[in-house]
């Protein structure tokens, strides 16, 4: 029953995490149909500018931590969503309109190059930061299994609850969130209308570039170590958390994500830490076989 | 018939050219250039001195030792070379070379040559190829699982001990050999789990160790996921030694994992200058302005055990050598040498090392 718990409380974490990444794939596909295979590479960044930050602080001898995770969180999103702007302007804009593949290829060589990019820049090793956030509660005891919440899961959870509901707020209720809807309908015509596509395209590369920065500030100050290749794993599982909640569906995205980090802790925890990854995509495909369209997505009806 | 007489005749003619030296010939190999230079120097610091230092005291079998340097730069094409020079100028003994795929290479030339030779090589297969001429005077890489089994048998009897793996060739073997020498000495891995190195989340099995009350964990891996594991241990309120094997030496772990590396065994190779009876040794290379650091002492011991060999068999012949080496004992500055018959020395090759404030030392016993 404790270990249930605790498994509960590390799979609510991980999976805030998946969810986080997963919303800007579904986002991407849900606006113009492609899947941005560099959006794994975008967190991957925000990670490095998050070890940096936290590293220029300490050096400049700021030990407040609510003040440095502050910073941290605003430099980190304002520069990779610079980069979000920057991988679209430059990667899938010039290639709008072109064959479908395009942009996609597009994509795996952005996703490379920002690997390599880091690589070369950071160095191939991994980067530790010293711990940001240590201690926790103990929550309760049973058999002699203590449940522990550190404070930094009440971090990503909370952080990521808040951002859940500004974000969802923000797509039903304000002009910018009507604007990016009638894009996903039909973007011929939203153009027709008046509105500047291209924006809010750009606008929404952003956003789900701002989402990737906000984890992978949890992240590191999570797990603590980050190095270049750490976008490659979170890419896949946040887009299979994509995929199994329905892409192309906000709310989906991270009831996806949550699955999929509740699947791991329970997999490993009770049966083997080894095959958890098996069992996370046994079950996306058992989902995909009889919900072809994920959890909540809804299938695609052809217009004529 | 006149084969066997022209050999008899040359025979005759080998017997009637006195021997070329009067002194007996030893030689070091390894890396005297390249990356891996500073090895080489250590090596020949340790062998000079202790050539110094034998010859000052009258030498071995009345004769004086003289040195021969070989570079190989870690290359086994050099190596080769090297070994065929060396067979050409008659030594009687090499200690070398340094890197074990150079090592490896040259010995089936000094075995052919019938030439004995003492290495600080750690691959198994240096001594594994049932090569009668080579001796090993450090570790073996498949050792430390033994040490660590045997030291966490004996230390943690009353805790339960997870042996834990990262499913790489390295770490699987490493983990298999600790589980191998624990279940030896009667005590049962209380979990047996892999994880997959890379990841980043390890809380899952973390809350495994937690309810079945694990508090130390053998693991085969890498220092990444040793800093990660004991972080997420950490946070999760539960107090986690690990051991682990030569990896865990990289400081970037202490980096990484904070005060909880504290809790941090691991195995890697004995420190010579820490064994009392070679205090005299370390303290005249510290007066000549070296330190015994690395290989330096290891390579005084291959002269130690070349001169007390000879001595022993009175003789510097191959046959003689050979056997005198694979069944005495010998006094050296790494501590009492002996062999057993495939050559590898039968001193603890590991010592069991802790990780404190940032440093590492021995295990206080």
């Not at chain 1, 407040?64 to 430099?75: K, Y």
């Not at chain 2, 017997?15 to 030893?26: G, K």
């Not at chain 2, 230092?53 to 340097?69: D, Y």
């Not at chain 2, 070994?83 to 150079?102: D, L, Q």
């Amino acid at each position: 029953m404790a270990l249930a718990l605790q498994q509960l409380i590390n799979g609510l974490t991980l999976g805030a995490v998946y969810g986080l990444i997963a919303i800007g794939y579904t986002m991407v596909y849900g606006i113009i149909g492609m899947i941005n295979f560099a959006h794994g590479d975008i967190y991957m960044v925000s990670a490095f500018i998050a070890v940096t930050a936290f590293t220029l602080l300490a050096a400049a001898g700021i030990t407040s931590v609510p003040l440095a995770l502050a910073v941290v969180l605003f430099v980190s999103v304002l520069f990779t969503s610079v980069y979000g702007w920057a991988v679209e302007r430059t990667a899938y804009r010039p290639l709008r309109g072109s064959t479908r593949l395009a942009p996609l290829i597009s994509a795996i060589g952005m996703s490379i190059f920002l690997q390599n990019m880091v690589q070369l820049t950071q160095g191939a090793r991994v980067k530790p930061i010293p711990p940001v956030l240590v201690g926790g509660f103990d929550i309760f005891e049973a058999d002699g299994f203590t449940v522990h919440l550190s404070y930094s899961q009440v971090l990503i959870i909370v952080v990521t609850v808040l951002l859940m509901s500004g974000f969802t707020w923000m797509i039903s209720r304000t002009s910018f969130g009507r604007q990016q809807r009638a894009c996903e309908q039909d973007m011929t015509m939203t153009g027709l209308l008046g509105i500047h596509v291209d924006r809010i395209i750009s606008l929404t590369f952003m956003l789900g570039a701002t989402l990737a920065a906000v984890a992978g500030v949890l992240v590191t100050v999570y797990y603590g170590v980050v190095d270049f290749y750490i976008g490659f794993v979170a890419g896949i599982k946040a887009f299979t958390a994509a995929v199994l909640g329905g892409i192309g569906s906000m709310p989906g995205a991270m009831l996806g994500g949550v699955l999929i980090g509740l699947i791991e802790a329970f997999w490993a925890a009770y049966l083997s830490p080894e095959y958890k990854d098996v069992a996370t995509f046994s079950i996306l495909i058992l989902v995909l076989m009889f919900r072809p369209s994920g959890l909540l997505g809804r299938p695609e009806v052809e217009k004529v | 018939m006149r084969k066997n007489f022209l050999l008899a005749g040359f025979s005759l003619l080998a017997l009637a050219v006195p021997a070329a030296y009067a002194d007996h010939l030893v030689a070091i190999a390894g890396p005297m250039t390249g990356q891996y230079a500073s090895a080489g120097d250590q090596i020949r610091k340790g062998a000079e001195l202790a050539i110094a230092e034998i010859n000052a005291k009258g030498g071995v079998l009345g004769q004086k030792l003289k040195l021969e340097v070989g570079d190989d730069a870690c290359d086994p094409k050099q190596a080769v070379s090297v070994a065929n020079a060396m067979v050409n100028k008659k030594i009687v003994f090499m200690h070398g070379h340094w890197c074990s795929s150079s090592t490896i290479p040259a010995s089936d030339v000094y075995n052919e040559a019938m030439i004995p030779m003492a290495t600080v090589s750690t691959n198994p297969q240096v001594t594994e190829r049932g090569l009668k001429n080579v001796f090993r005077i450090m570790g073996r890489d498949d050792q430390q699982g033994i040490v660590a089994g045997t030291y966490l048998a004996d230390t943690f009897k009353a805790k339960k001990i997870a042996v834990v793996d990262d499913k790489s060739a390295y770490g699987k073997g490493l983990a298999d050999e600790i589980a191998k020498a624990m279940q030896g000495k009667g005590v049962k891995p209380a979990l047996r789990e892999s994880i997959t190195a890379g990841e980043k989340d390890y809380s899952g099995l973390v809350s495994k160790l937690k309810s079945a009350g694990v508090e130390v964990m053998a693991y085969g891996g890498y220092h990444t996921e040793v800093a990660l594991i004991l972080r997420q241990a950490q946070q999760a309120g539960l107090k986690l030694t690990i051991m682990g094997g030569d990896t865990l030496t990289n400081s970037e772990l202490v980096t990484a994992a904070g005060a909880a590396a504290d809790n941090v065994l691991f195995t890697f190779s004995p420190d010579p200058r820490k064994n009392p009876a070679a205090a005299p040794i370390v303290k005249k290379f510290r007066d000549a302005k070296i330190e015994p650091e690395g290989y330096v002492m290891y390579a005084y011991a291959a002269m130690q055990l070349f001169a007390q060999a000879a001595e022993q068999a009175k003789s510097t012949k191959y046959a003689d050598l050979e056997k005198a080496m694979r069944g005495g004992s010998f006094d050296t500055v790494i501590g009492k040498l002996s062999f057993d018959a495939k050559g590898d020395n039968k001193l603890p090759g590991f010592m069991v090392y802790q990780w404190k404030g940032g440093k590492y030392d021995y295990v206080a016993k």
